[in-house]
């Protein structure tokens, strides 16, 4: 199916202020985000650490927003049961994390939650060809995974484009999202070709009216860049 249009909005929390975590997911709901976006890293898979399920799992009965799970884990699935029974809305895990992918999307399936693949800037798009059928997300990195305020890698606009066409050839409702370095400028080249969930990171947290920042990218996703 093609991409939806406005995009959708996620705030990443990896940009919020720990301090005050809570509040700032209230904040975003009440802006008007769509999802709200976790961003859990091992310092093994990535070079950093964030969080763990005890953090979505104290969220959770603070906001009614789907919480999308970005595992940069490995292994993935010793932990997917603790991240589903945390909350999780959605799980997305690398294709780089480890041999079995395919069966790692069916556990997150089987547990009740919307499995995501998400693929870094180094690797092809023809990688995720054969889990196409099991995934109701893509999730493209614009940066290399690991910190969040980098500059969004225009390299992966064609591989956006690619597996824009690869997902519509499946005849399913396959979401593609893009994670890094998306700002109002960004959002518009993402969304021509073939985004439509936009994670959004300091272009959220870092400005001082959340709400006006939200509605800024998802306007920006809607006009051609």
């Not at 979505?56 to 009614?64: C, D, E, F, N, V």
């Not at 890094?180 to 959002?187: C, H, P, R, S």
Request: overall charge negative; charged content about 20%.
């Amino acid at each position: 199916m093609p991409a939806h249009f406005p995009p959708l909005i996620a705030p990443s929390v990896l940009s919020a202020d720990f301090s005050r975590m809570a509040e700032e997911v209230i904040a975003v709901e009440r802006g008007g985000a769509d999802w709200l976006h976790l961003d859990v890293m091992d310092g093994h898979f990535v070079p950093n650490l964030s969080f763990g399920p005890q953090l979505i799992k104290a969220l959770r009965p603070q906001s009614g927003l789907v919480f999308d799970v970005h595992l940069m884990i490995a292994p993935v699935d010793p932990y997917l049961e603790m991240f589903a029974r945390a909350g999780a809305d959605h799980i997305h895990l690398h294709i780089e994390a480890g041999p079995h992918t395919h069966r790692s999307l069916q556990q997150v399936r089987a547990l009740g939650v919307k499995p995501g693949v998400a693929i870094c800037p180094a690797t092809p798009p023809e990688a995720v060809a054969e889990v196409l059928d099991l995934v109701d997300m893509i999730l493209v990195m614009t940066v290399n995974p690991g910190f969040g305020g980098q500059k969004f890698l225009t390299s992966q606009l064609d591989k956006i484009r690619t597996l824009r066409r690869m997902a519509d050839a499946t005849g399913r409702d396959i979401r593609i999202g893009v994670d890094g370095g998306v700002d109002v400028e960004t959002a518009a080249l993402a969304t021509a070709a073939g985004a439509d969930m936009l994670v959004a990171g300091t272009s959220v947290y870092g400005q001082p009216d959340y709400g006006r920042a939200i509605t800024a990218l998802r306007e920006a996703g809607r006009r051609p860049a």
